[in-house]
């Protein structure tokens, strides 16, 4: 071999050498760099991290997180979702050591290979916060106060409306202790909900007294439980605990027993149950309110007024008193009692009008005619002449005749109308084909001797809709 080959061989090693000793340098230089930035094709979130530094990164990582408030779903009614601010606990998400602790988890003498495969590196949160600070919130939360502001209780109670009830705390406790460590423990691991599910919930268990308390709660509703009802009519109240609760004597709010363990009735109170029916469904005798068809609510005295209930109180109160009493109230066969009447209006119930009657406003001089809640007629109306005395009586009444082509006598007067409604003594409803308008002021000159006057059309839809018994209301106001 020539010496020139020697030399041109020695030259491609040195070359090649060199070459190889650039590359080494190159490599360990750039992964000199990466050991302080990021390996290519890095990523955190939607963060391009390639070659930048911790810093660099974390500026924009701390434009992009936001830490929410700490909320609480309960998942019971009548509480919403509680949130806690997360600087009330002194909560820290310590970002740059989040980011250096990725950054760790990179080896920058792999950043040829990085070149081809993209990295997302995924932070593991450095978290700092107060628990008591936490602890003190925690106990001022209003689902968590009423929690602990009792203690399981079960007890016998009497409500003015509904009557002897078992008042029970015991079902669906919440585990505040519970609560509070998942609480902790979310907070530690960066996470800021906490929904409560069934689990978090329990069952005090009862105590020997309490489940005394239980019997006698079964054996009290059993006698509450009665088969009668009264028929009112429009309303059925039933002899149920709201009723039989308010029957027997009680002490202190608790109801008592007789030497043979029976609970015992309070026939004061029997009795004032039937004066308070009495006085709520009695209407005879007495002023009534109404509220007309112009909307004002007018009083209709009682004076002439011949149409109401009186129930007989003397009758239901011996009735009562006796059912109350009896075997019969819990014989499992239906007590259906219908009240006896001193006074039957045509209507039972507390609205003893109800949806078909006759409505006649003498202040305005109007007639309303309502069936079934519908209004089918109104008109104009003359009544009694008052300069002359002729008044027209107020009142309530009922159609107690109908008859058609009648004549009707008076001491200075006889006049045939086509359609007569009698409702109170002479005084009726009638057609007056002896005048050509109604209305207005007519009454004050002209007026009727006391009878409702009208045309003849109106008078026939009144006679063939009105049937006996039929109400008929007369106000002014």
Not at 164 to 191: C, S
Request: charged letters at 25%; proline letters at 4%.
């Amino acid at each position: 071999m020539s010496v020139e080959k020697k030399l041109s061989k020695r030259a491609i090693i040195v070359i090649i050498l060199n070459v190889i000793a650039f590359l080494l340098l190159l490599y360990l230089v750039t992964s000199y760099y990466f050991s302080r930035r990021f390996l290519p094709n890095t990523w955190i979130g939607d963060v391009y991290c390639t070659g930048r530094s911790v810093d660099s990164v974390a500026y924009d990582l701390r434009e992009k997180i936001e830490i929410p408030d700490v909320r609480i779903s309960w998942l019971t009614e009548g509480y919403p979702d509680t949130y806690i601010k997360a600087e009330d606990i002194g909560y820290i998400y310590d970002l740059q050591a989040a980011i250096y602790k990725a950054k760790d988890t990179q080896n920058p003498f792999s950043w040829p290979s990085a070149l081809f495969t993209k990295q997302v590196l995924h932070l593991e949160p450095i978290i700092s916060y107060d628990p008591e600070a936490l602890t003190k919130i925690f106990d001022q939360l209003d689902r968590v106060k009423d929690e602990r502001k009792e203690a399981p209780v079960y007890e016998i109670r009497l409500d003015k409306e509904s009557g002897y009830y078992p008042y029970d705390t015991h079902y669906r406790r919440l585990d505040t202790e519970r609560v509070l460590a998942d609480l902790n423990d979310n907070l530690a691991n960066g996470r800021f909900n906490l929904q409560l599910d069934g689990s978090y919930f329990y069952d005090a268990p009862y105590s020997t007294a309490e489940l005394d308390e239980q019997d006698f709660m079964n054996e009290l509703s059993s006698f509450l439980f009665t088969d009668l009802v009264y028929d009112m009519g429009a309303e059925k109240i039933a002899f149920d605990k709201s009723v039989m609760s308010f029957l027997i004597v009680t002490e202190n709010g608790r109801p008592v027993k007789d030497e043979n363990g029976d609970f015992i009735i309070d026939d004061d109170a029997v009795t004032a149950w039937v004066d308070d029916l009495c006085e709520r469904y009695d209407t005879y005798g007495l002023d009534r309110q109404f509220k007309s068809s112009t909307g004002r609510t007018v009083t209709i005295p009682a004076f002439y007024s011949t149409y109401g209930t009186e129930l007989d109180h003397d009758a239901e109160l011996k009735y009562l008193s006796e059912m109350i009493h009896s075997e019969e109230l819990r014989d499992g066969t239906p007590d259906v009692h219908t009240p006896k009447y001193t006074h039957e209006a045509t209507v039972r119930g507390l609205n003893d009008i109800g949806d078909t009657y006759i409505e006649v406003d003498l202040s305005d001089q109007y007639f309303y005619f309502y069936k079934d809640g519908e209004l089918i007629l109104e008109t104009d109306i003359v009544s009694g002449d008052i300069p002359k005395g002729w008044t027209t009586p107020r009142g309530v009444f009922s159609v107690y005749s109908k008859a058609t082509d009648a004549w009707l006598y008076g001491r200075d007067y006889i006049d045939f109308v086509s359609y007569w409604i009698a409702y109170f003594n002479a005084y009726g409803i009638h057609d007056s084909d002896w005048r050509s308008e109604w209305g207005g002021e007519i009454y004050t000159y002209d007026g009727s001797h006391g009878c409702i006057n009208m045309d003849k059309d109106p008078a026939r839809i009144v006679y063939e809709n009105a049937e006996i018994g039929t109400p008929v209301i007369v106000y002014d106001y």
